[in-house]
């Protein structure tokens, strides 16, 4: 996930919107500390997942998949995938 094109002269110009978007709080927890890990904003990463998504590519690799692991100890996050569609607020 980390920008590994630094050349200032093949970066994109994009126009960001801020977005209302709710999210589990844990997962936002666990966003935010892979966020740091790499040190990008959170909507950078979010913005590289669904990009690699989008393209059915994953979008970590094993160290950064071994950070999340680790980060869904620290905060307890036990969602998975299958979790996706049945979720619903207390």
């Known amino acids: 996930m980390v ?5 200032p002269e093949q970066r994109r110009v994009v126009t960001r919107v801020q977005t209302g978007v709710r999210l589990e709080k844990r997962l936002v927890k666990v966003l935010k500390g892979l966020a740091e890990y ?3 904003s959170l909507g950078d990463l979010l ?5 690699h998504a989008f393209e059915g590519k994953a979008p970590f690799g094993v160290a950064s998949l071994k950070v999340i692991d680790d980060l869904k100890g620290v905060y307890d996050l036990d969602l998975q995938a299958g979790d996706s569609h049945l979720l619903r607020e207390s």
Request: no cysteine; aromatic share 0%; charged share 25%.
């Open 3 to 7: 920008d590994s094109n630094n050349n």
């Open 47 to 51: 913005e590289g997942i669904v990009l």
């Open 38 to 40: 790499h040190d990008i």
